[in-house]
């Protein structure tokens, strides 16, 4: 892979306080790496020994229940840190991350983490930040599992993903990565053939349109209202 450009990172959160300069010394540590569909970049437990930076694609989180169940708990989007186990003050990663689409990623190694967040402007913030974000958003869907209807759960589940990576169609707006009816019964806490059953009769409604891998929603406003979300 070429020597990447210092303009890759000038945009990004956690690098937008830095001169080209400090830049340039942060991408000469990243090792770069492509990930296909479906392979894990790592496993939850495993020694958290790199840190990482999403380019392109996106990546599913897996957690698992205490009964060993997988839930997808969140889905995260390019231009983000992740596998930063240091800022929950973690020697192992907490979770799974696995490519919900082919990936192109930045790591670092572990043992350069405290002098980037000690040395580098906004680094540590930026950081500490999206952390707190991506907890909310975990505490979100636990609370989602324990409260909702599974009605609510799944049509929220497809206004989350179609919100961080729609884009318009023809036909409405499309999930930007692929999405198995097994993903969403992993996001929303249910079965295959519960989900199958949602989806099906939405589609009857003209509300959603599927094929095996991709979901495009056709009638946004509907499935808002059976999301149950106000306003």
Known sequence: MNKLDESLLTGLPPFSRLDRKQIRTILDAATPKRHDEGATVFAAGADADRFFLLLDGFIR????????EQI?????????????????GRTTYPATAVAASELLTLSWPTKLWSSYTAEYDGFAT??????????GEIHARVEELAT????????SALLRMANQSGRRTDEGVEIGFPV???NIAEMTGTT?????RLL?????????ASTRRHV???????????SGVSG
């Open 216 to 226: 495009v929603i056709t009638k946004p406003h509907q499935l808002v209202l059976l």
């Open 126 to 135: 930026e950081t500490y930040r999206t952390v707190g974000e991506r907890m």
């Open 72 to 88: 997808v708990a969140l889905h995260i989007s390019p231009g983000q840190l992740f596998g930063i186990a240091q800022a929950l």
């Open 192 to 196: 295959l053939h519960t989900v199958s």
């Open 200 to 208: 099906s009769g939405w589609e009857r409604d003209g509300i959603v």
């Open 61 to 68: 989180v897996i957690r698992a229940t205490p009964d060993g």
């Open 148 to 155: 909702q209807a599974v009605e609510k759960r799944v049509a």
């Open 180 to 182: 198995t009816r097994a």
